[in-house]
C-alpha cells in the first residue's frame, strides 16, 4: 500500500537529516486524489492530492514550499546551507523569469550573502516577495525597495542580521481592525485631565509592580522608584540604542550586577527542582553570536520607524520579545522587555501623551497567555539545543543555533502583545480611572457624615475595600474608635454604594 510523501519543506528536511523550529504548516502528497489537513497544537499538516506531486528535485520541493508552506526564513537558511548551488542556479537559469525561481534565488542570496552566478534580470515585471495579504510587510514612503538584480520588491520587515516573520492571521486581522488609538482618545477625552493626571501616577506605580510580580521579584522602595522614573520617560525618545538599553539596565538592577557590554557568557532561564538537577526552560544565543544578533535587531528596530506599512503593537511585538529572546545581560532583560513596548508604543503614537497602558498588569492577569507567548519559541528551540551544565550550574552549549534567534516567526507574539494591548485598554485602564472616579464619590460621601482627615479617609475606604465593604471590629477598635456605631454603618454603605463590592 502507497503511503503518504513529504513534500516542500518537509521533503528537504528529512532528505537532508536537519532540524529546525517546525514550520507553522508542512506538507504531504497521498497516493490519492484526496485532500485531508490535520491540525494540532497550532501546527497545520495538510495532505495533497498525488497530482500535486513536484517531482524528486530540491528545487521542485522549495518552489512547492513557498507556494503551499509559506516562506519560512529560518528553515530556508538551513536549507541553503546544504543545497546544491550550482544545480540551485541552473534550476534558476532555466526559468529567470519565473515568480517562484526569482523568489528562491533573492532569498538565497539574501539569506546565505553569496551570489550566484547569474546576470542580472533586464526586463520583466517587480513582484512582491512577500504577500501583503499573507504576511505584515514594510511599506515604504519613498516607494518600495526595488531589487534591481531579481526584480524583487523587497518587502521584509527586517535586515539579513535578523528578520522576522509576522503572517497576517485571521485572529491578527480581526484585531487589527480594533482603532486602539481612538480607543485611548476616547478614554482621555471621557475624564477630567485632573483625574488623568492623577491615575497616571498609579498607573506607572502599577506598571511597575506588575512588572516586577511577573518575575517573582519583591523590589525595595529605590528599585520601585527608579523603575517608574524610567516608565515616565518613555515617551521622551526612542531607547533602543545599545548605549541606551546599558543605561536602563544600570538603572533597574542591582549595581553588583550592572552590565558595561552585552554579556559574554552563556545564560539561561532555569528551575532548581532538585539540589541535583536543573529544569532548563530557555537557553539565549551563544555570548559570540550576540553582538551580530543585536545589531541586527537594532537596525530592524530602525527600519520599522521609516515605514509606514507595520502597525504599532506588530513593531512593538517584534523588537519587545526580539530583544527578550536575546536576552542580552545578566539580569533586566524581562523587565527591559516590557518597558521597550510602552517606549514603542509611544514613540509610534499608539498612546496620547500623557496616558500610560499598565501592559504588564494585564499579562500578569493573564500569565498563562503570555508564558504561552515566550514558550510559542522556547519550546521547540529547545528541543534543538545539545548542552550540558557543569557543577557550578555554567552552560555549554554544543548547538550551532544562530539561524534560529535570526530568524523568528512572531506570529504567536504578536497576537499575544495585541490581546494584551486590548484588554489594558478595554479592561485594566478603565477599571482603574472608574476606581479613582468611585474614589472621588465616595470621598464626598464620607466627608459629609464626617469631617476627618484625609488620611483616615484613605484609610477607611481601603479597609472598607479589602473587607467586602465593611470594616472589622478589630479595626472598628483600634483604629476608628472616635466614630459612633451609626456613622460607620452609614460610611460603610456608601463605599458599598459607589464601588458595589
Given amino acids: 500500500m502507497q503511503q503518504n510523501r513529504p513534500a516542500g519543506y518537509a521533503f528537504l528536511l528529512e532528505k537532508y537529516k536537519l532540524d529546525t523550529i517546525p514550520n507553522w504548516h ?44 509559506g516562506i519560512n526564513l529560518a528553515t530556508l537558511a538551513r536549507i541553503f546551507e546544504v543545497i546544491d548551488a550550482i544545480s540551485l542556479r541552473n534550476w534558476i537559469a532555466s526559468k529567470p523569469t519565473g515568480k517562484y525561481a526569482r523568489k528562491i534565488w533573492f532569498l538565497y542570496e539574501y539569506l546565505t550573502g553569496n551570489q550566484l552566478p547569474l546576470p542580472d534580470l533586464t526586463q520583466g515585471n517587480y513582484i512582491e516577495l512577500l504577500e501583503k495579504n499573507k504576511y505584515y510587510t514594510a511599506k515604504w514612503l519613498s516607494g518600495p525597495e526595488a531589487i534591481q538584480r531579481q526584480r524583487i520588491n523587497n518587502n ?240 555549554t552549549v554544543f548547538s550551532q543555533t544562530e539561524i534560529c534567534y535570526r530568524y523568528i516567526d512572531m506570529t504567536a507574539q504578536v497576537e499575544a502583545l495585541y490581546e494584551f494591548v486590548i484588554k489594558t485598554v478595554d479592561e485594566e485602564l478603565k477599571k482603574e480611572l472608574d476606581f479613582l472616579v468611585g474614589y472621588d464619590r465616595t470621598k464626598k460621601a464620607l466627608q459629609e457624615i464626617v469631617d476627618m482627615p484625609d488620611r483616615q479617609i484613605d484609610l477607611f475606604i481601603r479597609l472598607c475595600l479589602q473587607n467586602s465593604g465593611r470594616i472589622s471590629a478589630t479595626k472598628r477598635e483600634s483604629i476608628f474608635n472616635a466614630l459612633s456605631n451609626e456613622e460607620i454603618e452609614r460610611m460603610e454603605a456608601a463605599v458599598r454604594m459607589n464601588y458595589a463590592t
Avoid at 489537513?37 to 513557498?66: C, K, M, N
Avoid at 525595595?220 to 515616565?232: G, P, W
Wanted: hydrophobic share 35%; aromatic share 10%; charged share 25%.
Fill in 26 to 69: 508542512s506538507s504531504q502528497v497521498g497516493p490519492t486524489g484526496a485532500r485531508s489537513e490535520i491540525i494540532q497544537d497550532g501546527l497545520v499538516e495538510t495532505t495533497y492530492p498525488r497530482s500535486y506531486w513536484p517531482g524528486e528535485g530540491d528545487e521542485d520541493h522549495l518552489e512547492f514550499a513557498l507556494k503551499y508552506d
Fill in 156 to 395: 521584509l520587515p527586517g535586515t539579513p542580521k535578523f528578520c522576522p516573520i509576522v503572517r497576517r492571521t485571521e485572529k491578527l486581522v480581526e484585531m487589527e481592525h480594533i482603532d486602539i488609538a481612538q480607543r485611548c482618545r476616547e478614554i482621555v477625552t471621557s475624564y477630567p485631565p485632573e483625574l488623568l493626571k492623577r491615575a497616571l501616577s498609579y498607573l506607572y506605580g502599577k506598571e511597575t509592580r506588575s512588572s516586577f510580580e511577573i518575575e517573582h521579584i519583591k523590589p525595595d522602595s529605590t528599585r520601585t522608584d527608579k523603575f517608574i522614573a524610567l516608565l515616565e520617560t518613555a515617551e521622551s525618545r526612542d531607547f533602543f540604542e545599545k548605549a541606551l538599553l546599558i543605561e536602563i539596565q544600570n538603572s533597574i538592577v542591582d549595581p553588583r550586577y550592572c552590565n558595561t557590554d552585552y554579556r559574554r557568557n552563556q545564560n539561561y532561564v532555569g528551575q532548581t527542582v532538585t539540589p541535583y538537577q536543573e529544569k532548563i526552560h530557555y537557553i539565549s544565543p551563544k555570548p559570540e553570536n550576540l553582538t551580530g544578533l543585536m545589531n541586527g535587531l537594532i537596525s530592524t528596530h530602525h527600519k520599522l520607524k521609516r515605514q509606514t506599512g507595520i502597525p504599532a503593537v506588530v513593531h512593538a511585538a517584534i523588537i519587545a520579545y526580539g530583544f527578550v529572546f536575546l536576552h542580552p545581560f545578566e539580569d533586566g532583560n524581562g523587565r527591559i522587555h516590557r518597558f521597550l513596548i510602552h517606549n514603542i508604543l509611544a514613540q509610534r503614537g499608539l498612546v496620547p501623551e500623557g496616558l500610560m497602558l499598565p501592559v504588564s498588569a494585564a499579562m500578569l492577569s493573564n500569565r498563562i497567555l503570555y508564558d504561552r507567548s515566550l514558550e510559542a519559541f522556547s519550546a521547540p528551540l529547545l528541543k534543538l539545543i545539545d548542552y550540558k551544565l557543569d557543577e557550578s550550574a555554567e552552560m
